[in-house]
């Protein structure tokens, strides 16, 4: 399995601009996770699905943050408009909805927006 | 306060030292319990999880003390290639399953 892909791994935008990050999930994974990554903050989560349903969306820190999930292989995360204070790394996680089950992180998005 | 509270690093440690990581959790139905490794620029990955009556896997042990709501996390004889942030996490399926990870503890060993 090639794991949790996400794309693209880098992006570059001026303020203002909408972004959008992609996530595939392991396949057969139920649960998906969209978690951002800051020094100052560490890592939050800001969503989490679970069988394409958003469960927990309240980390999502305000209005210009969306996410969808249509299908059991795709979610995104768009920022729509960005800031600079949206810089950060956000990375995708999926697994099974088990009790002590791991998630599986892909690469992450590294994002600045200037 | 945060829901997972962790010791604040940076820890640095000569090789072969013991060291000792420490985490608190404030939801008390909290049902799992792990240690993930993020290695620098990298995504987190899973440790080890950590069961009601310790567990340990080589060098590392897990611990977890439910009724303080407390994780700790043992490396003896660190080698250099434990240097990484740990970083302690809790899934709480009172709240739809949320995994909810800790600042993370920085641990850089020297030679």
């Known amino acids: 399995d090639a794991g949790v892909i996400q794309s693209p791994r880098h992006e570059v935008t001026e303020m203002g601009q909408e972004v959008t990050l992609r996530c595939k999930p392991i396949s057969g994974h139920n649960s998906l996770f969209w978690y951002r990554q800051t020094m100052m903050r560490g890592l939050e989560l800001l969503i989490y699905?679970?069988?394409?349903?958003?469960?927990?969306d309240s980390g999502m820190p305000e209005d210009r943050f969306s996410a969808k999930m249509p299908n059991a292989s795709f979610s995104t995360l768009k920022i729509q408009p960005s800031e600079p204070r949206d810089s950060a790394v956000y990375f995708c996680?999926?697994?099974?909805?088990?009790?002590?089950?791991?998630?599986?992180f892909g690469q992450g998005t590294r994002l600045t927006v200037v | 306060r945060k829901e997972v509270e962790q010791d604040p690093g940076p820890f640095n440690v000569p090789e072969g030292a013991t060291v000792a990581f420490n985490c608190t959790y404030s939801n008390s139905a909290s049902q799992s319990f792990f240690w993930y490794r993020q290695d620098c620029r990298k995504e987190p990955k899973l440790l080890m999880s950590v069961y009601s009556s310790g567990n340990e896997d080589g060098r590392f042990t897990a611990q977890l003390n439910r009724a303080s709501q407390y994780i700790s996390l043992l490396i003896r004889d660190s080698k250099l290639s434990d240097s990484a942030t740990y970083l302690c996490?809790?899934?709480?399926?009172?709240?739809?399953?949320?995994?909810?990870f800790g600042q993370g503890t920085e641990l850089s060993v020297k030679p």
């Open positions: 996680a999926s697994s099974l909805p088990l009790i002590n089950t791991e998630a599986f």
């Open positions: 996490v809790v899934n709480s399926y009172n709240q739809g399953g949320k995994l909810i």
């Open positions: 699905f679970n069988n394409n349903v958003p469960i927990d």
